[in-house]
Nanobody
Framework: QVQLVESGGGLVQAGGSLRLSCAAS????????MAWYRQAPGKQREMVAG???????NYADSVKGRFTISRDNAKNTVYLQMNSLKPEDTAVYYC????????????????????WGKGTLVTVSS
């Protein structure tokens, strides 16, 4: 019913840049917060950056000053601009959205819940 599709991952050299995109589609009524998480091999998933419906943002200390999260509400899309990439940024990056869906069968709006994308791999070579 709801899909989050990430794109933009790939292989880049240390010091380079990448821009990730995540588009949400389906029976979306409204989107609250959107965020990017990442999971490196052998490590737990961690939040990288988040942005709420008002545009307020927060970042993990490890990416402050290098990554920028933004969103296009008209397109239900969130972006992550990643600059000055480091080998330790290598991970699978996941998109997360806290959103409400509209049920046309009952003409109701469901409570907000979290949805995840399938992830996109970012590899930073030294």
């Amino acid at each position: 019913q709801v899909q989050l599709v990430e794109s933009g991952g790939g292989l880049v050299q240390a010091g380079g840049s990448l821009r990730l995109s995540c588009a949400a589609s389906g029976s979306i009524f409204s989107i609250n917060a959107m965020a990017w998480y990442r999971q490196a091999p052998g490590k737990q998933r961690e939040m990288v950056a988040g942005i709420n419906s008002g545009g307020s943002t927060n970042y993990a200390d490890s990416v402050k000053g290098r990554f920028t999260i933004s969103r296009d509400n008209a397109k239900n899309t969130v972006y992550l601009q990643m600059n000055s990439l480091k080998p330790e940024d290598t991970a699978v990056y996941y998109c997360n959205a806290d959103l409400r869906t509209f049920m046309s069968s009952t003409w109701t709006v469901r409570d907000a819940m979290a949805y995840w994308g399938k992830g996109t791999l970012v590899t930073v070579s030294s």
